[in-house]
C-alpha cells in the first residue's frame, strides 16, 4: 500500500532525487531458469525492466483496462512516474510529464482505469516533510492529486486535479497514502472513481474518502469513515493502509488497519454514506521489522471476483513467528470471514520472511493472484526474490510459482511500503522494487601493503599516496533501485480446467 515515502514511503523523498525519463526506453526481457528455486516458474514468465539506470525508485502499482486489456499502465515514485504497454506486456514505454508540477516531492502513487477506460494515477505531493513517523508536526503545504491518461498512459493530461489540498499554516495535517479505485461495473453508480487515504494530524490519524462522478474533474470534500481515529505515529495504532474493491452492484467495500484490526466498512450508496467500521480480522501488530529493510508492513488489500461476489483480503503478519502471507474470504458481503489461509506454501516457522504482498482477483476467471517478496531460499533469510500465489479454489490454497529466481539484497535503500498486481483474462503482471547487485570489487576495500606486511617499507610516492588518500575519502555513492514488471499468463491452464 500500499502504498507512502517514509512509513510510508517518504524516507525516499527525503533524497529528493528528480530523475527525467525519456519518452521510450530499451527494456530487456529476462528469461528464468529453476536453477536458484525450489518453486516451479510461472508459465510464460517474462520480466522487464521500467528504469533504465538505478535511482529512488519505489512503490510500483499497476492496471489492466479492462476495455482494452492490450493496455497496461504501471506507475511508480519518486517523483511520480509512468510507463505503459500497448500489447499486454510485451514491451514498454514510459510516459513524460506526469509529476506534480508545483510541489517539490510527488509519490505514494496508485493507478486504475475507469469506465471508460481512461487511465488515472493518484499520488500525494509536498514540499517537505514533518518530524519523522510524526507527520502531523511541522507538515507543510500537501495534497492529494490526480492525473488522467486518455489514450491508456502514453500521455497524461498538463493539469493536476486537486482531491485534498493543505495550504502553509501552523497545525495543518499531513494528507498520506492515497489509493484509488474505480466503478466499473454496470451498476447504477458506474463510472465513479473512489479514492481512500490517512489524514495524519497533531493528535490522530483518521481515515478519510473522497468520491468523483464526472471522470475524476472533481472530487467530493472528504469524509471520516473510520469509527474512531488512530493514534497519530505511523508505528502501529494508526488508522492506515486503506484499499477497495467494488462490487457488480456498486456496493463499496473499505477496509484499512488499525490497532492490530483489519477494518471494514461498506458503502450502497456509491460513496456518499458508509455503514459504521467494524473490526473482522485480528492481527499481529501491523508495522514490523525486517532484516536489511528500512521499515516494514503487512497492510491489507481487498479484491472481489464479479462473478461469484466472493470477497477476498490479504495481508502479512508475525503470527507464525517469521513474516507470512495470509488470505481470508467472504461470501456474504463482508458479515462473516474464513479462517486465513497461508499463501506462501514453505513450511512454517522456517524462518524465512515473506512480505509487501498484493492481491489481484481475475474478474474473467475468478483466480486470486498475490505477489510477494520471498526468503525461502536464504538460510540467512536477508536476501529475496518475488513469488506470486494463485489460488483457483476460492482461496482455500495457493500454488506458488517463482516470478524471479536471482535473490538481491535490499539494505543500504529505501524499499518502499508496496508492490503492485493486476490480472485480466488469464494473463498477471507485478511490478516491484529491486536494488541491482553491486560489483564485489566495489563493496571491498583493497589491502594496503602495510595491512599485507606491517613490517613491510613503504615506497609509495608522495603523490601517490596523495591520490589514494583522496580516493578513500571519497564517499561510495548510495545505491538505487528499479523497478521491474514481471508477466505470466495462465491462459491455457484456466482453459483446461
Sequence with gaps: MQHSLPRSSWLPCRNKFILTFAAALSFTVVLHSQSSTTLPIAPGAQVFSLTPEPGSFTEPSIAVNPNNP???????????????????????????????????????????FDKQGHAFICYIAFDKLGTFNYWGHGA?????????????????????????????????????????????TNSRYAGNLYIGWTRWSLTDSKMLFSRSTDDGKTWSAPIEIDRTPGLPRDDNGAAEGFDAAVGPDGRIYAIWSQD???????????????????????????????????????????????????????????????LDIFCSTSNDHGKKWSAPARVNNDA??????????????????????????????DPTNTTQTVTLARS??????????????????????????????????????ADWTEKPATPAEQDIKPASKEDNNPEAKDETKPEDKREEKKSQQTKPKRPGTVVKVGVADFRQQTAER
Design 70 to 112: 492490450e493496455q497496461v499502465v504501471a506507475v511508480f515514485q519518486d517523483n511520480a512516474h509512468a510507463s505503459y504497454s500497448q500489447d499486454a506486456g510485451q514491451s514498454w514505454k514510459s510516459a513524460e510529464g506526469v509529476a506534480a508540477a508545483n510541489y517539490k516531492v510527488s509519490g505514494d502513487v496508485s493507478t486504475t
Design 140 to 184: 507543510t503545504r500537501n495534497g492529494i492529486l490526480v492525473r488522467r491518461s486518455l489514450d491508456g498512459g502514453a500521455t497524461w493530461e498538463k493539469n493536476d486535479l486537486p482531491v485534498a489540498e493543505q495550504p502553509t499554516q501552523p497545525g495543518i495535517p499531513f494528507e498520506d497514502k492515497p489509493y484509488i479505485v474505480a466503478d466499473t
Design 260 to 322: 492490530d484490526f483489519i477494518f471494514l466498512t461498506v458503502s450502497r450508496d456509491g460513496g456518499k454514506t458508509f455503514s459504521r467500521a467494524r473490526s473482522i480480522i485480528h492481527t499481529a501488530p501491523i508495522m514490523f521489522a525486517v532484516e536489511t529493510l528500512e521499515r516494514a508492513n503487512g497492510f491489507p488489500q481487498i479484491a472481489i471476483d464479479p462473478r461469484s461476489q466472493r470477497l477476498y483480503i490479504t495481508w502479512s503478519d508475525y503470527r507464525n513467528g517469521d
Design 348 to 377: 512454517v516457522h522456517n524462518g524465512a520472511d515473506q512480505f509487501f504482498q498484493w492481491l489481484a482477483v481475475d474478474p474473467v476467471d475468478g483466480s486470486a493472484n498475490v505477489v510477494f517478496y520471498d526468503r525461502r531460499d
Design 392 to 429: 483457483t479454489d476460492r482461496g482455500s490454497s495457493f500454488q506458488n510459482y517463482a516470478l524471479t529466481t536471482d535473490p538481491f539484497n535490499a539494505s543500504g535503500v529505501f524499499f518502499g511500503d508496496y508492490i503492485g498486481i493486476a490480472a485480466y483474462g488469464g494473463r498477471v503482471y
